[in-house]
């Protein structure tokens, strides 16, 4: 059987008779993908889709991009070996020399990497186990609304607990500290009153002797949450943050699995706060666009002895080639100050939406990892915030988006935002069709929604 012949329907009912009932994006994206291209994906009935998951964001210049490309067909070509372990080769010696060449001059300096098994949650355990090791201490320090992948340290750090609940024995000594989202504070205050009281919170915490909290290994934060709801940390926060740690000795990991790279509009997200980290987890967007995973941390943390740390799959010569060729694009072509120019226009366009629609209660973010939470002003709601996430109303704009060629996530509080992550070589054309798309679905749900319900005769 061919399956090139085949349409959506056919595919998506074996994939379902076939595949895990832990499958996601295939429950609200009913497509198998043909084709890709740039910005754009094409199902196997020919519909064509702006693609604004992009891997999850891992797709920094796209659908098969001509240099990414060329960089891999080069490895194949010249009869380069394709799996390593941990051994060295020309192209795992010239990532790395670009991946540094993109750190700030203070962290590259002194950082040596780690390469982990190929997803972002095999570089946070190894950040895990970096920190332990290093302080001898157990505690770590994360994050309400957090996420840092599924595995089981990773998933011991996430906020949302439905994912944990089914799950025992889960690491231990992890304490979930309250993290700056401006639209549901949670002191109840907002703005940077509401900063200030997190960040006296965590110091407090810190110095109670009867606080609870054993010495901690390490602090991880994401400088921007992505699948918690597209949330920035302030500036003023996170340099508190560093701060508290440094005072305290306590490594400060930066998860930019997802923000990392430019998509911010910076090359990475803790230089809008003018901060240093102790310990950076990448992976997504480094890979361009195939498995790849590092910690990339001080040299003073590094007290592991020889095989502390292994994984069978740490040595991908075709993801090193196409890590190189991405991380040497966007740095030569500016792609930081592109994504903050476009997503200040993508943001632009959503905030003069916001302004028609009750159901819109914040839009947020930062560059392109945008973010727009939907509410329901009208039930009575005692939580955080002004009003109640509405789950119902972004699951029906992400259907409507996706009948009009957009494809959005959704993330954030019981699911009720709608994620932006674009490729960063998105352009303002395709912006403003994006955001043209994107105001005519939540039209039609809020117009729907306003329609008096049918009689039965």
């Not at 795992?92 to 001059?105: A, M, T």
């Not at 401006?182 to 009153?193: I, K, L, T």
């Not at 997802?258 to 706060?273: M, N, S, V, W």
């Not at 090193?320 to 943001?347: C, N, W």
């Amino acid at each position: 059987m061919s399956y090139l012949d085949q349409g959506n329907g056919a595919i998506l009912s074996q994939q379902a008779s076939r595949e895990s009932n832990a499958r996601t994006y295939p429950r609200h994206f009913p497509l198998a993908i043909r084709d890709a291209k740039g910005v754009t994906v094409t199902d196997m009935d020919g519909n064509e889709y702006y693609d604004c998951l992009a891997g999850a964001g891992t797709l920094a210049l796209g659908h098969n991009h001509p240099l990414v490309v060329e960089a891999m067909e080069q490895a194949l070509d010249t009869g380069r070996p394709l799996h390593t372990l941990d051994l060295s080769t020309p192209a795992k010696e010239r990532f790395i020399d670009s991946l540094f060449e993109s750190l700030p001059d203070e962290f590259s300096e002194r950082a040596k990497i780690q390469f982990c098994s190929p997803a972002g949650t095999d570089a946070v355990e190894a950040a895990l186990k970096l920190v332990k090791t290093a302080t001898g201490n157990r505690s770590i320090l994360g994050f309400q609304g957090a996420y840092h992948g599924m595995t089981s340290g990773a998933l011991s750090l996430m906020g949302d607990t439905d994912a944990k609940e089914p799950i025992s024995g889960l690491m231990n000594d992890v304490h979930h500290l309250p993290f700056p989202y401006d639209y549901r504070c949670p002191f109840g205050v907002g703005g940077e009153d509401g900063q200030r009281i997190g960040s006296n919170y965590v110091e407090n915490l810190l110095d109670d002797e009867k606080g609870g909290i054993t010495d901690p290994a390490g602090m991880i934060l994401e400088p921007v949450q992505g699948e918690g709801g597209a949330i920035p940390a302030p500036d003023g926060w996170l340099q508190e943050m560093r701060r508290i740690t440094r005072e305290r000795d306590i490594p400060l990991i930066l998860d930019e699995i997802q923000a990392g790279l430019g998509r911010t509009g910076e090359t990475y997200a803790f230089e809008h706060a003018g901060i240093t980290p102790d310990v950076l987890t990448l992976s997504k967007a480094i890979g361009g666009g195939l498995p790849l995973a590092v910690v990339v941390y001080d040299k003073e943390l590094d007290v592991w002895e020889p095989g502390a740390h292994a994984g069978t799959f740490r040595g991908n010569q075709l993801a090193m080639a196409a890590g190189e060729a991405t991380i040497d694009y966007v740095l030569e072509h500016d792609l930081d100050d592109h994504a903050a120019d476009v997503g200040g226009r993508l943001r632009d366009h959503l905030e003069t939406m916001a302004e028609r629609f009750s159901a819109v209660g914040d839009v947020r973010g930062r560059g392109l990892m945008l973010g727009v939470e939907f509410v329901d002003p009208d039930v009575d709601w005692q939580g955080a915030g002004p009003h109640a996430p509405d789950s119902d109303f972004a699951e029906a704009v992400q259907a409507e988006c996706f009948d009009r060629g957009l494809i959005i996530e959704l993330g954030g509080r019981e699911s009720a935002t709608a994620r932006f992550l674009p490729p960063l070589i998105v352009s303002k054309t395709q912006i403003d069709d994006i955001a043209t798309i994107f105001e005519e679905a939540v039209a039609a749900v809020a117009n729907a929604e306003k329609e008096p319900a049918e009689v039965a005769p």
